[in-house]
């Protein structure tokens, strides 16, 4: 991975991202966890540690940790866009609507690949969705999941999201001419085996990109429903966050070794790179002075927008321009 402009270890606080790729069987809160006890045997200052959102634990992929300053970035990473490649298991609808649970709906319908590719379209741009039963949704005040686990109806309103885009990726046939472990490659959908056309798909694999709230399941079961079957998904990988993707993320033996090395450089990125969708808009240490003390510069001859105030190339602040007039939206105090 890219390490991103060195780190200033000692008793100074330390600000910037770790992008994990975290391992199927590990919660969110968990990574977090892990995320505080490196930088703890790293020899590093007492740091603030946030995650820029949750992760299902039967789920891998991208998970973006802020530390320090870019603690006040997670709201923003909890609004990004997302990408998901997810498999959806043909047949069977469980409880949970992935492997976790116990089966509740079972069908013999089996799709074909020109199917499923022609069902897609109806899921890609702006869609209503409902949001699985076990989600951490709140519900007169209790999550959704402890309502569903205690045998409780969930009542949960659906919700408008954004697919942006949808594909697949591969399949898998059934049937006599084709077990249910035999690949049938996909990522070419024209290239599949005459016997996966004709026997259906047991599994896809799609890959999605999509908006804040979207779940992944609940797509799953409705991609399933409208070719007039069951299903489940038994792969989940996030493999992109905003700007984060997989090519930037460490796994947790990296991140440990970094620790006990006592040099993170190697696993964090800097605050910015969190916000490489925002312009730099360099100011000189008045300004910079101006900022920090909350208070509003005039004149500026920038266009209006967002952007992230730097002095020197240090972040300063996320500010908002209009008409001239710059005011801050977020400060930090690197």
Same mark, same amino acid.
């Given at each position: 991975?890219?390490?991103?402009?060195?780190?200033?270890?000692?008793?100074?606080?330390?600000?910037?991202?770790?992008?994990?790729?975290?391992?199927?069987?590990?919660?969110?809160?968990?990574?977090?966890?892990?995320?505080?006890?490196?930088?703890?045997?790293?020899?590093?200052?007492?740091?603030?540690?946030?995650?820029?959102?949750?992760?299902?634990?039967?789920?891998?992929?991208?998970?973006?940790?802020?530390?320090? #300053? *870019?603690?006040? /970035?997670?709201?923003?990473? +909890?609004? =990004? !866009?997302?990408?998901?490649?997810?498999? &959806? %298991?043909?047949?069977?609808?469980?409880?949970?609507?992935?492997?976790?649970?116990?089966?509740?709906?079972?069908?013999?319908?089996?799709?074909?690949?020109?199917?499923?590719?022609?069902?897609?379209?109806?899921?890609?741009?702006?869609?209503?969705?409902?949001?699985?039963?076990?989600?951490?949704?709140?519900?007169?005040?209790?999550?959704?999941?402890?309502?569903?686990?205690?045998?409780?109806?969930?009542?949960?309103?659906?919700?408008?999201?954004?697919?942006?885009?949808?594909?697949?990726?591969?399949?898998?046939?059934?049937?006599?001419?084709?077990?249910?472990?035999?690949?049938?490659?996909?990522?070419?959908?024209?290239?599949?085996?005459?016997?996966? #056309? *004709?026997?259906? /798909?047991?599994?896809?694999? +799609?890959? =999605? !990109?999509?908006?804040?709230?979207?779940? &992944? %399941?609940?797509?799953?079961?409705?991609?399933?429903?409208?070719?007039?079957?069951?299903?489940?998904?038994?792969?989940?990988?996030?493999?992109?966050?905003?700007?984060?993707?997989?090519?930037?993320?460490?796994?947790?033996?990296?991140?440990?070794?970094?620790?006990?090395?006592?040099?993170?450089?190697?696993?964090?990125?800097?605050?910015?790179?969190?916000?490489?969708?925002?312009?730099?808009?360099?100011?000189?240490?008045?300004?910079?002075?101006?900022?920090?003390?909350?208070?509003?510069?005039?004149?500026?001859?920038?266009?209006?927008?967002?952007?992230?105030?730097?002095?020197?190339?240090?972040?300063?602040?996320?500010?908002?321009?209009?008409?001239?007039?710059?005011?801050?939206?977020?400060?930090?105090?690197?």
């Amino acid at each position: 991975m890219t390490s991103g402009s060195p780190l200033v270890h000692g008793s100074l606080p330390l600000s910037g991202w770790i992008i994990l790729d975290k391992p199927v069987g590990l919660g969110s809160t968990q990574a977090v966890g892990a995320v505080k006890r490196a930088v703890r045997e790293a020899g590093l200052s007492k740091t603030k540690v946030g995650h820029g959102g949750t992760l299902d634990p039967l789920a891998s992929g991208v998970l973006p940790i802020a530390l320090g #300053e *870019a603690t006040k /970035l997670c709201g923003r990473m +909890l609004d =990004a !866009t997302k990408a998901y490649d997810f498999t &959806i %298991r043909f047949g069977e609808e469980t409880s949970t609507l992935d492997a976790e649970s116990e089966v509740i709906a079972r069908s013999d319908v089996r799709p074909s690949m020109e199917q499923v590719l022609g069902v897609l379209p109806q899921f890609t741009g702006e869609i209503e969705q409902m949001p699985p039963a076990y989600s951490a949704l709140k519900v007169d005040g209790r999550r959704a999941y402890d309502l569903a686990r205690a045998g409780e109806d969930v009542a949960l309103k659906s919700r408008r999201i954004v697919v942006h885009s949808l594909s697949v990726q591969s399949g898998r046939s059934r049937g006599p001419n084709s077990s249910e472990g035999e690949e049938g490659l996909g990522s070419a959908p024209q290239g599949l085996s005459t016997s996966l #056309e *004709a026997n259906g /798909l047991s599994d896809v694999t +799609l890959s =999605a !990109t999509v908006s804040k709230g979207t779940y &992944i %399941r609940s797509l799953a079961r409705d991609i399933a429903w409208v070719l007039g079957t069951v299903g489940h998904v038994t792969m989940l990988r996030r493999t992109k966050a905003g700007p984060f993707t997989l090519e930037q993320a460490i796994s947790l033996d990296f991140l440990n070794e970094a620790a006990k090395s006592r040099r993170l450089d190697g696993a964090v990125l800097p605050l910015i790179a969190g916000l490489d969708d925002i312009p730099a808009l360099p100011i000189d240490p008045e300004q910079c002075r101006r900022l920090q003390h909350g208070q509003v510069l005039f004149g500026l001859p920038v266009s209006p927008g967002p952007y992230l105030a730097t002095d020197a190339g240090r972040p300063v602040a996320l500010v908002e321009v209009s008409e001239g007039v710059c005011k801050v939206v977020r400060g930090f105090n690197i």
